[in-house]
């Protein structure tokens, strides 16, 4: 049972254009949700996080929205830059453990 | 500040031998967590210490895998003996006890684990 779903393994941007990456979700006690960025040969880092009870999150060139009717969120990045090529991945977590989907590897062409 | 150490980076075995990973977490930090990637699939919960208990292992797949915390510093995680589906990206993880509510995590870069 994969609580977390990102459904799209790859996505392609031109960079300066806006990158939007989904998560769906199907556990309603998730209070938080995260988004991490990993690069090859390295441990995911943490990029931009959302309480529950939030519908928008924002930091610098990243955005996270919150739809808790749909169980559904979405990563803006913009401008995109050729140095967010990575993979990103979205995590809900409802105490300790951080319950994760299986990553959008996101190119940013230049 | 020093962030979280694993080693080794990479590991092969061959199945039915033993191997021990290690993670340094981030000094003061007393949650250490264990984590599973396997075959590019999602990043898998195994366990969960605050200090040197454990508080959740739920996720461990089964009695072949031992973790410990010795003095709730440095961890061990030991598979014994190691089967073919033991194969993947092991990463730890720490925080500090006085953690955000949104739970953020520090990451090691992992030790890849290959069962021949």
């Known amino acids: 049972d994969q609580q977390v779903k990102q459904n799209s393994p790859s996505l392609s941007v031109q960079e300066g254009r806006i990158s939007i990456l989904n998560c769906d979700y199907t556990n309603s006690m998730f209070d938080y949700f995260l988004w991490y960025k990993k690069y090859p040969a390295e441990g995911p880092t943490f990029l931009i996080s959302i309480s529950s009870i939030k519908d928008k999150n924002e930091d610098g060139r990243f955005t996270v929205f919150l739809n808790k009717s749909a169980k559904h969120l979405s990563l803006h990045i913009v401008p995109s830059q050729p140095g967010d090529s990575a993979v990103y991945f979205c995590?809900?977590?409802?105490?300790?453990?951080?319950?994760f989907g299986e990553g959008t590897q996101l190119t940013v062409n230049p | 500040e020093a962030g979280v150490t694993q080693f080794p980076s990479h590991s092969v075995i061959e199945k039915g031998q033993t191997v021990t990973l290690r993670c340094d977490p981030i000094s003061g930090h007393d949650n250490l967590y264990w984590y599973r990637r396997v075959m590019g699939k999602e990043i898998k919960f195994l366990l969960h210490?605050?200090?040197?208990?454990?508080?959740?292992e739920s996720g461990m797949p089964n009695n072949r895998f031992l973790a410990e915390r010795t003095g709730g510093t440095y961890s061990t995680l030991k598979v014994q003996p190691a089967e073919l589906e033991d194969s993947g990206v092991y990463f730890c993880?720490?925080?500090?006890?006085?953690?955000?509510?949104?739970?953020?995590?520090?990451f090691g870069p992992g030790t890849r684990l290959t069962v021949l």
């Open positions: 993880a720490s925080s500090p006890i006085l953690v955000l509510t949104r739970n953020e995590q520090f």
């Open positions: 210490f605050v200090k040197e208990s454990k508080q959740d």
């Open positions: 995590a809900g977590t409802s105490g300790s453990r951080l319950t």
